[in-house]
T-cell receptor
Framework: EAEVAQSPRYKITEKSQAVAFWCDPI?????LYWYRQILGQGPELLVQ????????DSQLPKDRFSAERLKGVDSTLKIQPAELGDSAMYLC?????????FGPGTRLTVT | RKEVEQDPGPFNVPEGATVAFNCTYS??????FFWYRQDCRKEPKLLMS???SGNEDGRFTAQLNRASQYISLLIRDSKLSDSATYLC???????????FGSGTKLNVKP
């Protein structure tokens, strides 16, 4: 069964450092999402891509977060500089013609 | 107002019980509806889509009431393994955007 891949699975970083997450969606899925989930809350959309284009980044804190999907396949989410409040699970999801499927997530701890 | 609202629970039920969760959504133009299950510190996984006519998958039944803008999930004969957080998800009227509720936590006790 095809899966969404993410790496790293866990990341501990000090505040003010840069951190990057990678996502490889299910092959053929044109839509890719990055979500942030804080414990006890539902996932919150950070950015949505359709192929290589950003469709929605209205909730992305653009002063410190950036995302790209240069060839319309895999994607990178970067935070620079990281802040204590960025500690959360970062989930990538992809969607073909039906539902969206999630990767295992990257759990970020900022110290 | 949030796009999707759920009772956070927790719902604490004994094995074998029937339990129901509701979820309300704010935009009447919403197109598609889903229930996802999320285990602690894991990613959400699709449990079932919700169709206008209602649908059933084993012990799970989902219903949609467009007039009242709510979705329900019924779990019959609860198992210990059903313990998880259940996320209500609505696909918006705009391009492929999904809105998540904050989740309802279910604890099934022996």
């Amino acid at each position: 069964e095809a899966e969404v891949a993410q790496s790293p699975r866990y990341k501990i970083t000090e505040k003010s450092q840069a951190v990057a997450f990678w996502c490889d969606p299910i092959s053929g899925h044109a839509t890719l999402y990055w979500y942030r989930q804080i414990l006890g809350q539902g996932p919150e959309l950070l950015v949505q891509f359709q192929d290589e284009s950003v469709v929605d980044d209205s909730q992305l804190p653009k002063d410190r977060f950036s995302a790209e999907r240069l060839k319309g396949v895999d994607s990178t989410l970067k935070i620079q500089p990281a802040e204590l409040g960025d500690s959360a699970m970062y989930l990538c999801a992809s969607k073909g013609s039906g539902e969206q499927y999630f990767g295992p997530g990257t759990r970020l701890t900022v110290t | 107002r949030k796009e999707v609202e759920q009772d956070p629970g927790p719902f604490n039920v004994p094995e074998g019980a029937t339990v129901a969760f509701n979820c309300t959504y704010s935009n009447s133009a919403s197109q598609s509806f889903f229930w996802y299950r999320q285990d602690c510190r894991k990613e959400p996984k699709l449990l079932m889509s919700v169709y206008s006519s209602g649908n059933e998958d084993g012990r799970f039944t989902a219903q949609l009431n467009r007039a009242s803008q709510y979705i329900s999930l019924l779990i019959r004969d609860s198992k210990l393994s059903d313990s998880a957080t259940y996320l209500c998800v609505v696909k918006g009227y705009n391009f492929n955007k999904f809105y998540f509720g904050s989740g309802t936590k279910l604890n099934v006790k022996p």
